[in-house]
């Protein structure tokens, strides 16, 4: 036996392959018979003649591999070939089928045509060829002249791998789904709502009025692939259904009349696992209503969210501890009927002892006001203290825009001018006895002043008014706070005088009406007096809302000064979205009484007559009720006030038995494509 | 009291508007002064503050001020002199209070009282332009009228118009602004600019009357008219007055400048996107300037009235006994008399009637006596009193 070197190489099945083995014996041209053996078992698997040449047996063999259908693409063999009763073995050969046919069969089985995959083959991890292709309308593409090694194919998509029907060695057939299935990552499927007035951040994708719509394929036929198509399409409720507003238009980016939608898109995966993303401009309108449709086909019929614009408005409450506020769910309701949502995003809560000693006047008992607890006043003299409390509130910057700073008080009365000074008055008074009534101050007064605490008289004089040569003549003094008192529960805007009490110069003994050598006593007083009370106000963000005694009152109180910052009612100075027009608002009016643009919807249906002035009798309104100069003397045959049923009428009962009906049809529209980016 | 000024100088407007108060009201009260006091500051910077603070002194008696509330009541009244605007607003923000049936009020005594107080008149007249220019300022309370404080509304510490030669300059060049069209347009039987039954006598001096019929009765159904003001004036002539036609170009002065491009501004505003809130605040800027120019006379208009030679702005200011927020009428009255340009008469008289209760805004007269005032320039006239009851109030029981 000759020990024999062989070279193990691959040769492709049904390939003319060289046989050569090294032999000592033979001569050239000798007849030599090859035996091609399979390794795995040793078992024969082809003989060819070949002959003796230069000390080599030679033969062409037609390589033979496994089968198709055989579980292996390659099989090792080896050759041996007796020369002179001498065996020469040949080192292993690999023989591998170069061709691989590709099927794809639907889920019916039935072929599927043109369906995209990637076949690679690897030599251990490395890749040493690529092909890409596709099934073509038989559905089946033999893939040819492969090099040896492992095979895979990946399909591509759309197509998503069911199962293989066939995994052999030359025949890889699969069982496809012609798509993917697509899901919703964001707005997830269902009803969605969408605070449009916000500005989109990462950490609230609801927020913003152009929604970044997410998808991806479904877990099932996942993850993604690149040249995955999303397909996406919207639909809208007829146009009437919608708010007039135009700017900025609703819109699906990309979006075009499609064979497959009056308004669709569609959007491609470039990385493996990447969501599809689209922008879908929703517009500024409350209420206003999309559906997006989205499907790995174009008939979209994956997934489907339903999007409703919201507008999402934040308050700050400030409020009194002790004060029992009402609960605002008749405001939600209100709101939630224009598409706001109102939401507290802190509570500041303070008692007398928080506030500062230079406050002391702002809380007053609760006598001076005929009820039980003691009373916080809010107003001119105090709001700093309350705004600047609100500006240490953390807002995140996104949210400023759309918070309110909502202070709620027992009363409200303006302590001090517009330059922080304190009100102050000055009359005379003729007494004709020992004590009575100054004249009327200019506002209110308190025992304590609002402002600082201090007794409200700031100086005071008095003087005898006897002519020359009477008992008294010329006599004068001052008038000291022991003199004076605020008695509220008659009178609150004058003092009680009593002469009697004077420490010098005894005006009791003088005064009197002329007769019996007794004549008036003139008094001069200047106090510090309170504007007010007033039913609340707003300053861009600041709200001062007076807590009322009837809950619903109090709620469209807040309802009714939100509208104000949501430039409500519609008017010259609260221009509507180009879309609207001022005059198409009926009711819309300013004046009458009132204080800024306000709504009368239903005033002319329930006034039919107008009080005189002092109340003291009625008749028929002229014309029409919002002809009338003055709306709070409205009312009904009976005499009883009315007002009109839109919350955003102009009177502010404290009150009102009759409470709004929320925004009226002609405000909704106005309200509705108001843009609510900022209230302040 | 007579010219004394309210504060010790200017700077106390801004900090301290009743800083003489303490020293003032005592004195005043002893000497008997009753009567209605305005001092303003005589010169703000429109670059620099946005306020236009007043200050105001009362003195009434018991029965005067048990009638008159100044917070509710007042009515302060801005006339730009160089183009005889006039804006009228109450005085005070009206304030959101508890509503009910009033209680009763005991009569006033004899007694007196008197009350400083302190105002910023810029937010209650927000259309009157912050421009350059002179306002006579005035408070009305009914009937009474104060004293008209004047102020200059200025540009700069030292604008350029100070220099001598600047003034010389543009006194010579400047072109005079255009009359503004004339409003209400006339109509048959009212309004009308020429004179009618009733109407008076233009005053032999400069100044403005106007008869009113003290009551009004409105008549549901009845004629149309129902509270005539029938008024003649004899007013001075300005160039500016005079009706001219369309300028071939842009007057090259600085404010027809202005003019043009917040002319301009405002026709683009409708391009606009009114979703981003610094645009739409943009476009509001630019469409106010645009009117102020128009108001302002800066822009040229035809004054659509082809007879009238001249238009001269008279305003009417009514404020209401029971509602004084008030009725401002901005009348342009067209001058039908031939003038020459080159021989101007220095005054002319004109005359006007019109229905008020067919004025925009006019449902203010109704149910109540008001008193009318009138301004142009520096000439005020009034009070004219009329009370408008409805017929059916006539009615009543």
Known sequence: MSTAVAKIKSVAADKDAKLELRVAGGKAGDPVTFTIYKVSDDSQLDTIDGTIQKGKAVATWTAKGPAPDAAARAWRVYYSAVVDGVTATSPEMEVYLPDVEVSSVGEDDAALADMRFELAVLEGKKKTKTVKGHTGSSGTFKVQNLPPGEVQVTWLAPARLIDWVEDTAGKKKARLKKSFTAELVFPPAGDHKQYVNLPATKDHPEWGNKL???????????????????????????????????????????????????????????????????????????????????????????????????????????????????????????????????????????????????????????????????????????RKWFREKFAKVAIPKDMKQCTIDLIVCDQQYDGVDGWSKPHKDTTTTKLTTDNGWSEAFDGELFPANLNDAKHPMTSGSWRCTAPKGKPGHGVKGTVTQEMITVDRSKETKKVHIDLTKAPKGDPASLVGDGTADKYPVEVTITVVFAKGPYLGESANEHQLIVLTAGADCFNDTVVHELGHNMRQAPSKGNKP?????????????????????????????????????????????????????????????????????CVMYGSGPSDDPSPSAGFCDDCKPYVLAKGLESVR | MSDERLVVDDGDFWTDPRRREDELVPRLLEEGFLGLRLDAPGRIDVEDADAMPLVGLFGATAQERQVHDLERDLVVVATRLESRQTWAALLHEPRRAPRGRPRSVAPAGSGRGMRMFAADARPRLPDLPWRPGTLALRLLLADKASNAARTVLGRGARPIEQDPAVQAFLAEHRQPAFPRPVWPLPDSPLPTFDPIDGSPEPPAEVGIVVALDRVNVVREGGPQVTCIARGSFRLPLSPRDLVRPEPPREADDDDAVHASAGAAAAVADDALPDWDPRVEREAERAERRAAEDEGLGLVWRDVGDPAARAVIPVTLVGTGVKRPDPLVVPLQVPIYADLDPARLPPTVTGHFALDLLRVPDGYKLLRQTTHLWAFSGDVVAGPFTTAVVAEAEVRRP
């Open chain 1, 212 to 382: 970044k719509v997410r998808m991806r394929v479904h877990p099932d036929d996942g993850p993604s692939r690149p040249g995955d198509e999303f397909f996406v399409k919207v639909e809208y409720p007829p146009e009437d259904q919608l708010s007039k507003r135009k700017v900025p238009a609703r819109k699906l980016a990309g979006a075009k009349a499609q064979a497959w939608a009056d308004l669709g898109t569609t959007v491609k995966v470039k990385a493996e696992g990447a969501e599809g993303t689209v922008e879908l401009e929703l517009g500024l309108a409350g209420g206003d209503q999309v559906t997006l449709k989205v499907g790995g086909t174009d008939t979209c019929e994956d997934a489907e969210v339903t999007i409703t614009n919201w507008r999402k408005l934040f308050y700050v409450m400030q409020r009194n501890a002790g004060s029992v506020i009402h609960g605002m769910q008749r405001t939600a309701d209100t709101l939630a009927d224009v598409f706001v949502e109102y939401e507290r995003h802190d509570e500041v809560t303070f008692t007398k002892a928080d506030t500062p000693p230079s406050m002391a006047g702002s809380w007053v008992a609760g006598k001076e006001f005929g009820v039980a607890t003691e009373q916080l006043v809010i107003g001119s003299h105090n």
């Open chain 1, 577 to 645: 979205p180009a879309a609207l027009k001022l005059d198409d608002h009926p009711h819309k009016y300013e004046g009458h009484g009132h204080t800024g643009p306000h709504c009368a919807h239903n005033l002319d249906a329930v006034a039919t007559h107008v009080w005189a002035d002092d109340y003291s009798s009625k008749g028929p309104v002229a014309t029409k009720a919002t002809d009338e100069p003055d709306y709070d003397l409205l009312c009904d045959a009976a005499g009883d006030l009315v007002h009109g049923d």
